[in-house]
């Protein structure tokens, strides 16, 4: 009799124990949708004033105009509360009116776009004069030059005008973000290395291709080298001046594959390496599209980070971002 009743008695409390469990995980899993997201990569383009020359061969889902009631749209219920705006690569005789458009869109406050990260030129002599003249403006938090683009050759980043330029940059209390090919990172480092002062973002986990951290890939030669990547992003989260991006691999993600399995090796090993303090998030929107919606690249990522505590789930969607740009 003895012994049924402890039986019982244990049955019992381990019922109550898998109860609280589930409540203690439901309110955990409650927890973590309700962070807001600042979201440090938004993009936007008006193709009645200014047109990208990428996007003239650029898929069809791309070329046409996204402004902040499209992004409103792609953002609703996810609660993204505030937006960094991302340079689109205009053409360089367009910078200027980037910049000035962009002012204007965070000044008006009509959305969630706080700040912007502008286009440049760092290896023209003519970037100094260009830069200094929107250093002062609070809304403006740093610059961009694709260097993954055609026009891009490898190690430009490298040569002395680029480097004073972003010298520069870190005197004046802006950043740079890294975009560049993923078998170029080391150029990326690099740089860093030359310009302690100045403070560089890692673009879109460093550019990975989902596909080559598949087991079972076929098709097409790897576009670049898994342990090469892992190793580079590892050396970049050793420089103190470097924080990462965790933005734009589902631009690229697989068809026929789940989202969760083929991003999650690239997200973990970006979150590993740089730690809970230096890494944000960044919707790549509506570049993101080529892969999946702003909502599945939101939702996704919140499954990879589910069993990562909440207040480091709190640092990178929200946190981070705010500190790291002085956002109010």
């Not at 383009?45 to 402004?67: E, F, N």
């Not at 009116?97 to 760092?122: F, H, Q, W, Y």
């Not at 990462?244 to 993600?253: D, F, H, L, T």
Request: net charge neutral; with cysteine.
């Amino acid at each position: 009799m003895n012994s049924r009743r402890q039986f019982l008695s244990t049955s019992a409390a381990a019922a109550v124990a898998v109860a609280l469990n589930k409540t203690v995980n439901a309110s955990a899993n409650e927890a973590a949708a309700d962070i807001p997201i600042v979201d440090t990569h938004q993009h936007l383009w008006d193709l009645s004033q200014v047109q990208p020359p990428w996007l003239s061969g650029a898929p069809k889902i791309l070329s046409q105009t996204y402004g902040l009631a499209e992004y409103a749209k792609a953002t609703e219920g996810l609660n993204v509360v505030q937006a960094v705006y991302m340079e689109v690569d205009v053409a360089p005789e367009d910078q200027v009116k980037e910049a000035d458009t962009l002012l204007e869109i965070c000044r008006s406050k009509k959305g969630p776009t706080v700040a912007a990260v502008i286009s440049g030129r760092p290896g023209q002599e003519s970037f100094a004069p260009y830069i200094r003249r929107y250093a002062k403006d609070k809304e403006i938090k740093g610059v961009r030059q694709v260097l993954h683009a055609e026009t891009a050759e490898k190690a430009m980043c490298l040569k002395p005008q680029f480097v004073a330029s972003i010298k520069l940059l870190g005197e004046l209390g802006l950043s740079f973000d890294l975009c560049m090919r993923a078998g170029e990172l080391s150029d990326g480092l690099a740089l860093a290395k030359q310009c302690p002062g100045t403070r560089f973002i890692v673009d879109h986990c460093g550019n990975a291709d989902p596909s080559v951290f598949l087991k079972n890939a076929a098709g097409d030669k790897p576009t670049h080298d898994p342990q090469k990547w892992r190793d580079d992003i590892k050396a970049l989260a050793d420089q103190e001046n470097v924080i990462c991006k965790i933005s734009g691999v589902i631009a690229r993600a697989p068809k026929g594959v789940a989202f969760v399995e083929s991003l999650a090796p690239i997200v973990n090993h970006c979150l590993d390496s740089f730690g809970p303090d230096r890494v944000i998030f960044g919707g790549d929107w509506p570049v993101c599209l080529l892969g999946g919606s702003y909502k599945d690249w939101v939702t996704t990522l919140r499954q990879i980070i589910s069993s990562r505590p909440i207040a480091d789930q709190k640092k990178l969607l929200h946190e981070n971002a705010r500190k790291f740009y002085g956002l109010s």
